[in-house]
């Protein structure tokens, strides 16, 4: 394939960061006496914002514009204060960032995640990585799958669309790179089982599923 540049997702696909987001929802719940929510039921959730996630979270008759905004703030307060407990890289993806990098290959990142989450948790774990970009959802930008996120990469870095790849464990990263008319690679590790990943995959513009870091290299660096 070799690309020029490559766009990952964050969550799911570079770091495992499902309890940390789950252990600061719940934080959110258990604030206003409602149920929690177990990991498997989070990684279900997750993907299209914060805001989003907390609207999913909540029980039915709470879901009102004013509960998920004030659910958010305690959500946004607790996980700032506990973003990295327990989140780490997957296995093999550190290296594989080293080797891309090593091999001039351009990287940047996608993420729906808030903005200022998105670049601590890149600065502490790819600390040796410059990235071309780090975008995470900002005011007045929209969420993933929008093509926005891809273009402003793309534009940023003067690569031509059939020069760029995007990696995700979502149909939404999928989709995303479909809408911004560049490739798509999808992750069997992240939070979407393949079954998921299969029945959508078919609608965008790739076919490709990978199960390892060393197998995701060897196809942007064949």
Do not use: C
């Not at 959500?75 to 997957?90: C, E, G, L, M, S």
């Not at 793309?154 to 790849?165: I, T, Y």
């Not at 513009?205 to 390892?212: E, F, H, K, T």
């Amino acid at each position: 394939m070799n690309p020029k540049l490559v766009i990952f997702d964050l969550d799911g696909t570079l770091l495992d960061t499902i309890d940390d987001l789950g252990a600061a929802v719940n934080h959110a719940m258990q604030l206003r006496g409602f149920p929690l929510h177990t990991r498997d039921e989070y990684m279900r959730m997750v993907g299209h914002g914060a805001r989003n996630l907390m609207r999913q979270a909540l029980p039915e008759g709470h879901k009102d514009d004013d509960m998920v905004e004030t659910a958010y703030n305690d959500f946004k307060a607790y996980y700032t204060d506990h973003i990295d407990v327990h989140t780490k890289p997957f296995p093999g993806i550190q290296e594989l960032m080293a080797t891309l990098h090593h091999e001039g290959v351009l990287l940047a990142v996608a993420s729906n995640k808030f903005q200022e989450g998105t670049e601590h948790l890149i600065k502490e774990f790819f600390t040796d990585i410059p990235f071309v970009a780090v975008l995470g959802n900002r005011p007045g930008f929209p969420y993933k799958p929008s093509p926005e996120i891809v273009e402003e990469v793309l534009h940023k870095v003067g690569v031509k669309k059939e020069e760029a790849v995007m990696v995700g464990d979502s149909d939404t990263d999928m989709e995303t790179a479909a809408n911004g008319g560049i490739e798509g690679i999808a992750v069997n590790w992240g939070y979407r089982n393949m079954k998921e990943l299969a029945d959508k995959l078919s609608a965008f513009r790739q076919a490709q599923v990978v199960d390892s870091a060393e197998e995701l290299q060897k196809i942007l660096l064949p």
